[in-house]
């Protein structure tokens, strides 16, 4: 199964610097199709739970207090790069506006509540690396997406397999249709036989050929004896019935 990197906070792990979470119900959705790795930059770079509160500041990271940070926050981004390129994840799902963590926006620095552009160091090392990296808005959108591939795909591989088993079944009724059609060929032509008997006989393939006579020769159709009929067959020249003499 496929892993994606997710802030360890959007899983409900307490590693924000309030000692809080921000999870995020869908990941457990998500985990049915993903192994997801839990990954806090900030607590793995060495800073504690709870903090101080840090902000980008140009180049560098500090706190409320105004302590540089930096270090801790760069040794996070890397430990999160070693983890991807172990695992081979080339997905990450981390939290927006975090100086570590940033997608698309981060506070301006100032801890007044104002958000501008920009990503975290961690963002910002892992797309440098090829590594996708979405927020957890996103990352919601994405679950969606996925749902609905594998609800396709599902579909599209129980249509192949129906029709397998529909072109099986026809296979194998072929020969009993064939051998049904045969059996009534051969009820047909004995039949046939039964009725009119063997047509070899008959030297052609009809029961019924040209009627003859008993010599035979065709028969030629004649006139009937009486008026204006044919005269009677004779033999050697002789009329074949003697007149009587009229007495």
Same mark, same amino acid.
């Given at each position: 199964? #496929?892993?994606?990197?997710?802030? &360890? $906070?959007?899983?409900?792990? !307490?590693?924000?610097?309030?000692?809080?979470?921000? *999870?995020?119900?869908?990941?457990? +959705?998500?985990?049915?199709?993903?192994?997801?790795?839990?990954? $806090?930059?900030?607590?793995?770079?060495?800073?504690?739970?709870?903090?101080?509160?840090?902000?980008?500041?140009?180049? %560098?990271?500090?706190?409320?207090?105004?302590? +540089?940070?930096?270090?801790?926050?760069?040794?996070?981004?890397?430990? &999160?790069?070693?983890? $991807?390129?172990?695992?081979?994840?080339?997905? @990450?799902?981390?939290?927006?506006?975090?100086?570590? $963590?940033?997608?698309?926006?981060?506070? +301006?620095?100032?801890?007044?509540?104002?958000?501008?552009?920009?990503?975290?160091?961690?963002?910002?090392?892992?797309?440098?690396?090829?590594?996708?990296?979405?927020?957890?808005?996103?990352?919601? !959108?994405?679950?969606?997406?996925?749902?609905?591939?594998?609800?396709?795909?599902?579909?599209?591989? @129980?249509?192949?397999?129906?029709?397998?088993?529909?072109?099986?079944?026809?296979?194998?009724?072929?020969?009993?249709?064939? &051998?049904?059609?045969?059996?009534?060929?051969? *009820?047909?032509?004995?039949?046939?036989?039964?009725?009119?008997? #063997?047509?070899?006989?008959?030297?052609?393939?009809?029961?019924?050929?040209?009627?003859? %006579?008993?010599?035979?020769?065709?028969?030629?159709?004649?006139?009937?004896?009486?008026?204006?009929?044919? !005269?009677?067959?004779?033999?050697?020249?002789?009329?074949?019935?003697?007149?009587?003499?009229?007495?």
């Amino acid at each position: 199964m #496929d892993k994606i990197l997710v802030s &360890a $906070c959007l899983i409900g792990q !307490k590693t924000r610097y309030d000692g809080g979470d921000c *999870e995020k119900p869908y990941l457990k +959705d998500l985990n049915r199709f993903y192994d997801l790795v839990p990954f $806090c930059p900030e607590v793995e770079g060495g800073l504690s739970t709870p903090r101080s509160p840090a902000m980008i500041r140009g180049q %560098s990271v500090k706190n409320e207090e105004g302590v +540089d940070v930096t270090s801790q926050y760069n040794e996070g981004a890397w430990k &999160a790069l070693s983890i $991807c390129e172990l695992l081979g994840i080339r997905l @990450a799902i981390l939290k927006e506006r975090s100086p570590s $963590c940033g997608v698309h926006q981060i506070h +301006d620095g100032t801890h007044e509540g104002k958000i501008i552009e920009g990503e975290g160091f961690t963002t910002r090392l892992l797309r440098l690396h090829g590594i996708e990296v979405m927020n957890e808005e996103e990352g919601e !959108k994405f679950l969606q997406r996925e749902v609905e591939r594998r609800r396709i795909k599902a579909e599209r591989k @129980a249509n192949i397999q129906k029709a397998k088993e529909e072109a099986k079944q026809e296979t194998e009724e072929k020969p009993r249709k064939k &051998a049904f059609d045969s059996k009534k060929e051969g *009820e047909k032509k004995g039949f046939d036989k039964k009725r009119f008997g #063997d047509n070899k006989k008959f030297g052609d393939k009809k029961p019924y050929g040209e009627k003859k %006579s008993f010599w035979g020769k065709k028969f030629e159709s004649k006139k009937p004896y009486g008026k204006g009929g044919d !005269k009677p067959r004779s033999y050697g020249g002789k009329p074949r019935f003697k007149k009587k003499d009229n007495q």
